[in-house]
DNA sequence: CATCACGCTGTTTTT
DNA sequence: CAGCGTGATG
């Protein structure tokens, strides 16, 4: 064991006031670096130290990986011990929970958990039994129907209240979608399945109803932890209500102006209600930054100044000097591109290595533009956030075989893997399932199907591939290698850029490595998104850029962050239904991402130029311009990029067509519908045009059908 | 069943 | 512009 632990030296007063304190509910403040994830991991270390035994603390944060990392500091710090302790999201408490009491909220324990695209998949399947008139135009996607729906469990609301004031448009449609949300709720239980947020809704009810079983969990988890509280909603708030409510052993650490998950009901309020929750409840604030130089903090604190409301604290600095943030209009999107790679390269140029930088933004596509830049320099990067590896269809398609072996009753599994077999579509597909459901044959049997004949030759082999992994349990690494083998000749089939695609799967083989269940490492792929490249990368080799959403970012800093700020302006959708903005929290997404940068943080936005909404947005105060404007102008300097980069595509495009002549791009080679030649695919047909100088060519023969493919690599055939 | 042309419409962030 | 739904065609 290490020696003890001298707190009283590595820890400011108030961080040892956390930590210290063994007993009764504890809300603690913590300011952007304030050294909130120190305190945790010291008080972890403090109470196995004392002799808690590692296995009730109870560490919940945002995602595992944070858990993780902060279980191992402990360890490193004082005791190995440490990395008993319990921890995990609230999801992945709740589904460990729910497997062992599942039949106390009616569910059989072999449940499957649906991730986001299963979620729209079941939704959109349900749109027909609603039966609408025709005359419904404007009826939302399925993606926008998964957020109403997730949003209004989450808030555990009727959707009116927030439909009206977020998703004005479809106000009139409500009563179809709360139909559609009752219909996805039987679906879901008729078939044995739970989103994410039933995982955490049943967890509550089941601590809620179930006096037993809370006792029960009491005496398991003496001591509770909540990181980021800020982001917890009211589900959540519910769960750390009734988990603490014996022993009232319960911390929960927060920052009200980190709070940006208000898109899936989180409310900074908890913060405050917390309090009223845990009448006994301290307050400690945690007001030192560690991290930022004062000038950074300057402005960050003026940002938050400008917050409707403010609960809490002013962060102050020891760390003087440093350089005034800078803040850069390059007058167009591109242009922002542009200038951050060559900033990059300055750095380098200089000493700096690129893992010391980060480049952050708020939606994943923000970043493609400076993507193609940075490879074009050779500049390698990590990128965190956007568009789950897992969520994408031969990923899906894959793990589907696995699925329906371990919930039969999966249809949405069964729905992808036999429209994947030749000569089943959607027809055939319903047919099978109903046979199965009234046979109940197990899976392995499915090429016994009497509608089959010669065409369906596939059904055959699909239920050998299902016999032969239900018949010999397998582990789940020889199962992924299994499926290989029936799918790789599909997944060649089906897309043409199926090397790439290859890989991916391939990737999976080590991830299965570490499972003896199938289940668990199907659980574990929905609940904990695969390792970055950057994790998988030789360590020390390669330094990389970082890019990431600024709500991947949460939680990390590094010594130059540059920001990359696009106007909401620009999206049509609120231009035509004028959505207010939510201004307060685009303050505090760039609150959080202005707060992980230590010593230099460079701000750039696409100036006047960016499109007419900007011109709009300006005249109402609600653009990032107002954010802009509205800051002490001594706190930062400002400058201006010349108008380098207007992509000449773009431009060309603008040309008004003339009478009776379609709208074309002026250098094109080529128009719609002609032939063209390509060197390795044969002769296609130009279909239409995609950004980039690239055109969609149809090729009829070659095997396979769409193909983006550049200017210059074709000619007229 | 599979494929293709064409018209309509509008955000994103994560467990 | 591009993804999606629809309806026509092989």
Not at 194 to 204: H, K, Q, T, V
Not at 210 to 218: D, F, K, T, V
Request: aromatic share 8%; glycine share 6%; proline share 5%.
């Amino acid at each position: 064991m290490a020696d003890r632990i001298d707190y009283g030296k590595m820890l400011n007063p108030a961080q040892l006031d956390a930590v210290m304190a063994e007993e009764g509910p504890i809300l603690v403040i913590a300011g952007a670096g304030s050294g909130k994830t120190r305190t945790l991991v010291y008080r972890v270390a403090r109470l196995v130290e004392s002799g808690v035994d590692p296995e009730t603390i109870l560490l919940l944060t945002f995602t595992r990986k944070a858990s993780r990392e902060m279980l191992d500091r402990a360890a490193a710090l004082s005791d190995a011990r440490c990395r008993f302790v319990s921890g995990g999201t609230f999801h992945s408490l709740a589904l460990k929970v729910l497997r062992r009491y599942a039949e106390a909220v009616g569910y059989d324990n072999g449940f499957t958990i649906l991730d986001r695209s299963d979620m729209e998949e079941v939704i959109h399947s349900l749109i027909p039994e609603l039966q609408m008139p025709r005359t419904v135009q404007r009826f939302p996607k399925r993606g926008t129907l998964a957020n109403i729906l997730s949003k209004a469990a989450n808030l555990q609301a009727p959707l009116e209240g927030f439909v009206l004031e977020e998703y004005g448009q479809f106000v009139e449609v409500a009563s179809e979608i709360e139909e559609l949300g009752r219909l996805y709720a039987a679906y879901k239980r008729e078939h044995s399945l739970m989103d994410y947020d039933d995982l955490i809704i049943l967890l509550e009810r089941l601590l809620e109803e179930n006096s037993e079983i809370r006792s029960e969990l009491s005496r398991q988890y003496g001591h509770i932890m909540v990181d980021e509280y800020q982001d917890t909603n009211g589900i959540q708030a519910g769960i750390v209500k009734w988990l603490a409510h014996e022993h009232q052993n319960i911390m929960v650490v927060g920052d009200d102006s980190q709070s940006i998950y208000s898109f899936r009901g989180a409310d900074y309020r908890n913060m405050l209600d917390f309090p009223s929750l845990f009448p006994k409840a301290r307050i400690i604030k945690l007001e030192q930054n560690y991290r930022s130089t004062q000038p950074i903090l300057a402005l960050t604190n003026a940002l938050m100044e400008q917050a409707r409301e403010r609960y809490t604290k002013c962060l102050f600095t020891t760390r003087s000097g440093g350089e005034k943030p800078r803040v850069i209009n390059t007058r167009t999107e591109p242009g922002q591109a542009l200038l951050i790679t060559r900033h990059i390269k300055e750095l380098t140029a200089h000493g700096r290595s690129l893992a010391d930088m980060a480049v952050l933004f708020r939606a994943a596509y923000h970043s493609f533009e400076l993507e193609a830049h940075l490879t074009r320099e050779h500049i390698p990067y990590v990128k965190y956030g956007g568009f789950k590896f897992l969520e994408s269809a031969h990923i899906k398609d894959f793990l589907a075989h696995m699925r329906v072996l371990v919930n039969r009753d999966e249809a949405m599994s069964w729905m992808r893997i036999l429209r994947l077999v030749k000569n089943v579509g959607l027809g055939k597909t319903h047919a099978i399932i109903e046979w199965m459901k009234k046979e109940n044959a197990a899976p392995g049997q499915v090429g016994a199907w009497p509608g089959a004949g010669k065409r369906e030759q596939g059904l055959k082999e699909l239920g050998k591939l299902l016999g032969d992994l239900s018949a010999r349990d397998l582990a789940p690494e020889q199962a992924v290698e299994r499926v290989m083998i029936y799918y790789l000749p599909m997944l060649k089939e089906k897309f043409d850029d199926y090397p790439r695609r290859e890989k991916e799967l391939e990737q999976l083989i080590p991830m299965a490595r570490r499972y003896k269940k199938l289940r668990g490492f199907l659980d574990d792929l929905v609940l904990e998104p695969p390792a970055s490249p950057a994790d998988t990368a030789p360590m020390g080799k390669k330094a990389f850029l970082t890019l990431s959403t600024v709500h991947s970012a949460k939680g990390l800093e590094w010594p130059v962050v540059f920001i990359i700020w696009v106007m909401e302006g620009r999206l049509p959708s609120a231009m035509s239904y004028s959505n207010p903005l939510n201004l307060e929290e685009e303050r505090r997404l760039m609150y959080v991402a202005a707060t992980r940068a230590k010593d230099q943080l460079i701000i750039t936005y696409p100036g006047e130029e960016s499109g007419p909404a900007w011109a709009s947005y300006q005249r109402r105060g609600t653009g990032l311009s107002s954010f802009i404007a509205a800051l002490p102008t001594d706190l930062y300097l400002h400058g201006y990029a010349d108008a380098w980069n207007r992509r000449p595509h773009l431009s060309a495009m603008k040309r008004k067509a003339g009478p009776g002549e379609t709208e074309r791009r002026k250098e094109l080679p080529f128009a719609r519908g002609e032939k063209v030649r390509h060197p390795a695919f044969g002769t296609g047909v130009v279909s239409r045009f995609v950004p980039d100088n690239k055109v969609e060519i149809l090729f009829k023969k070659a095997g396979r059908k769409l193909l983006h493919l550049e200017y210059t690599t074709l000619e007229k055939a």
